[in-house]
């Protein structure tokens, strides 16, 4: 009986690594096995051929692969091109040998060998087999019955469990104190693949305050961005199980002391136990997992590892700073923080630029010291320590957010810096939108839905990476919270008081809220108003051209509702909806500001006949000049386009423009005209409209009804 083992031997040494199988052990089982396979009752009947590039690099191996294979009683076969292999096996064994191959066994993890077995002259009865990774080659058809089996299944082949357990709190202060950025992402990426060239991975845990704020040092990815927030997750999309413990030095070490010596007494414990922590408390874990026959692996910081640990004489000592590329402190003023491509949330840097604020607010003209700026971080919340303080702070200033203006200690904020503008532009407008809505409403808090929405209209914040969804807005919200810039509390719902609503107001004991970088961007609801007072509409347009087409537009539309519905007052809030496509902001609000200030209209609460409850409402004041000579405006304008309907003239901006003096904003009026329903675009016809001729304010302004009297006088 003739019977040929081939195995490929560049494929099952990468194999071997991978799965950290001794490759002393998958030699001799490959070799066994065929012969057990093949009915032979001696293996030296078994022809077994390993074949590679044996002049080409074959990895870290302790002993020569060839070696390897030649006591294990292989016939050495060098390939110096993969094309060749077939081709040189042919040359070699086949085409001499006279007899037909009763046994023929393919072990190979890439398609290289698979023409071979069309290629040998075998009989009838012959017997191929394909030993592959999996159970299956899909696309491959053979003319000859062919055998497919895993390699994980040979007998003898049992591939090294890895369990790995990683002081991630110990692991990520010991790489900070190095002078090293806790990059997560790569220190995932790279705890994977160093875990897997031990064995098959099989559990990873991460043991560490997750959620803890200020309790790790800043985690960021590659960018400099700040991920701490969400290092949980990303450690369980890489299938790493985060453990939260307290913080503290004792408490991640003792838990995870615990867990290993625990899961060490399982049958199926991993055979590999890698233990990720540079605390010399760990030397009483070592030894009972050694007396269970566990190969024990340390991943340590220089520098922070314990001389216990170095010196132990049956520990395998890798180093963390080793196998990572991770980059140093002072590298990080070359990293560009924020993507425009990524969503820009709120982050630990966050904290620095808003709490810096707040003490500049509080202390105007003095120096802000970083020994200021760590006290206040503490005192909120965003920091545990002193040691994480100064941790978050001098990363700060490596990534240009922050910059020392003198050797005392005295910092400022690197306005030019993009996550320092954007934060600064986000909390900003967010406490404005709070301030404005309080004076122009006369509330006491605002209700947090209502806010959400109110965000969502800031033009200014329609940047890449922000004001993308209600979620983004509620993370900022609550991040301003969380700083103690706003309050938020739960208060009974005024519809139903059993019913607890979340609400936003400003702190009272907050300094005031939080100016903007530049002096001329603040314009608080005071200050505007001492604005406006006495300017009529059309003034108005000279210096907020966006205010005073809102200001028309309400005096338009709320004289219309009131006329046609016979009411005294138009529902604030569904006036708002009407309007909302040409509010670009607080556009809205600041007309109604407007409108208050000059004594135009009344806001406040009006029985609804609709509802038990009063609803907020707007109601013009007829004795109001600047209102008459915005109707009077109006009443012009459709008497024009009731002109133009007479005379069967094409109404659009264009003919319009040529009857109208200059002084007209053509394209606010027909846009209104739009909204009110008065003008109807043609289909098909861009810029033409029909007139509605029956519509209530036309029939008004055409005073209809006093017409239809004459005629039945006459």
Same mark, same amino acid.
């Given at each position: 009986m003739t019977a040929y083992l081939i195995v490929d031997a560049d494929d099952i040494l990468q194999f071997a690594s991978q799965e950290g199988i001794d490759l002393q052990e998958l030699a001799v089982a490959l070799r066994g096995n065929a012969a057990l396979v093949a009915g032979l009752y001696d293996s030296s009947m078994l022809t077994a051929v390993a074949l590679a590039n044996w002049d080409s690099e074959q990895g870290d191996w302790p002993v020569d692969p060839q070696t390897i294979f030649r006591s294990a009683g292989y016939e050495i076969l060098d390939v110096a091109e993969r094309e060749d292999l077939v081709k040189n096996l042919i040359e070699r064994y086949f085409s001499t040998d006279p007899k037909l191959i009763d046994e023929l066994i393919v072990a190979s993890r890439s398609g290289d060998l698979l023409p071979l077995i069309d290629k040998v002259e075998t009989p009838a009865n012959a017997r191929i087999r394909l030993w592959n990774e999996k159970d299956s080659v899909p696309g491959i058809e053979f003319t000859k019955n062919v055998l497919v089996q895993p390699l994980e299944n040979l007998y003898g082949l049992r591939p090294k469990n890895v369990w790995v357990y990683i002081d991630f709190e110990n692991i990520s202060i010991s790489l900070n104190e190095q002078g090293f950025v806790v990059n997560l992402d790569h220190l995932i990426e790279r705890f994977v693949s160093q875990a897997q060239a031990h064995g098959r991975l099989v559990k990873t845990s991460a043991y560490a305050p997750w959620g803890q704020r200020g309790a790790l040092p800043p985690l960021v990815d590659s960018s400099g961005r700040e991920v701490a927030d969400g290092a949980p997750s990303r450690l369980m999309l890489a299938n790493i199980d985060p453990v939260f413990n307290l913080p503290g030095k004792n408490s991640a070490d003792m838990r995870m002391a615990r867990d290993v010596l625990t899961d060490a007494g399982h049958p199926e414990a991993g055979d590999v136990i890698i233990l990720a922590s540079s605390d010399r408390d760990f030397n009483d874990v070592i030894n009972p997992l050694l007396q269970r026959n566990k190969t024990v692996v340390l991943w340590g910081v220089r520098g922070s590892t314990g001389r216990l640990l170095q010196s132990h004489p049956s520990l395998h000592l890798e180093f963390i700073d080793d196998f990572t590329d991770l980059q140093t402190h002072e590298s990080l003023s070359h990293v560009e923080v924020a993507d425009d491509a990524e969503s820009f949330i709120p982050s630990q840097w966050s904290s620095v630029i808003i709490q810096f604020y707040r003490l500049q607010s509080a202390n105007p003209p003095g120096e802000i010291t970083l020994d200021a700026l760590i006290e206040q971080l503490i005192d909120v919340g965003d920091v545990i320590s002193v040691e994480r303080g100064q941790d978050l702070v001098s990363q700060a200033i490596s990534l240009g957010i922050l910059k020392q203006l003198s050797a005392s200690g005295a910092v400022e904020l690197s306005y030019q810096n993009s996550v320092v503008d954007k934060t600064l532009l986000i909390v900003e407008r967010m406490v404005r939108r709070v301030v404005n809505t309080l004076s122009a409403r006369n509330w006491e808090y605002v209700n947090y839905g209502f806010l959400l929405k109110g965000l969502a209209m800031e033009r200014d914040l329609d940047r890449p990476g922000m004001n993308e969804s209600d979620q983004w807005r509620s993370h900022w919200i609550d991040c301003l919270v969380r700083e103690r810039v706003l309050q938020r509390e739960l208060v009974p719902h005024r519809h139903n008081p059993d019913d607890l609503v979340p609400v936003i107001r400003i702190p009272v004991e907050s300094p005031r809220p939080m100016p903007s970088k530049k002096e001329e961007d603040v314009d608080s609801a005071e200050l505007a108003s001492r604005k406006w007072l006495g300017i009529p509409p059309h003034k108005l347009y000279e210096s907020d051209s966006e205010v005073a087409s809102m200001v028309t537009r309400i005096v338009v539309s709320v004289q219309q509702f009131t006329s046609f519905r016979n009411f005294a007052w138009c529902p604030l809030g569904s006036l708002h909806r009407r309007l909302r496509e040409f509010d670009s902001g607080v556009t809205f609000q600041y007309a109604v500001e407007y409108l208050l200030v000059n004594e135009m209209v009344t806001v406040q609460e009006y029985p609804n006949p609709r509802s038990d409850y009063n609803t907020k409402g707007i109601e013009l004041n007829p004795d109001c000049a600047f209102v008459a000579v915005l109707l009077a405006e109006r009443d012009e304008f459709v008497r024009l386009l009731l002109e133009m309907y007479n005379e069967n003239q094409t109404i659009s901006a264009a003919? *319009? !423009?040529?009857? =109208?003096? +200059? /002084?007209? +904003? *053509?394209?606010?009026? *027909? !846009? &209104?005209?739009? &909204?009110?329903? *008065?003008? /109807? =675009? =043609?289909?098909?016809?861009? +810029? #033409?409209? !029909? =007139?509605?001729?029956?519509? #209530?304010t036309v029939k008004q302004v055409a005073n209809d009804d006093v017409n239809e009297l004459q005629k039945a006088d006459e």
């Open positions: 003919n *319009v !423009s040529t009857r =109208l003096e +200059d /002084n007209w +904003d *053509v394209d606010l009026w *027909v !846009s &209104i005209m739009r &909204i009110e329903n *008065v003008l /109807n =675009l =043609l289909p098909g016809r861009t +810029d #033409h409209y !029909s =007139l509605f001729r029956t519509h #209530h």
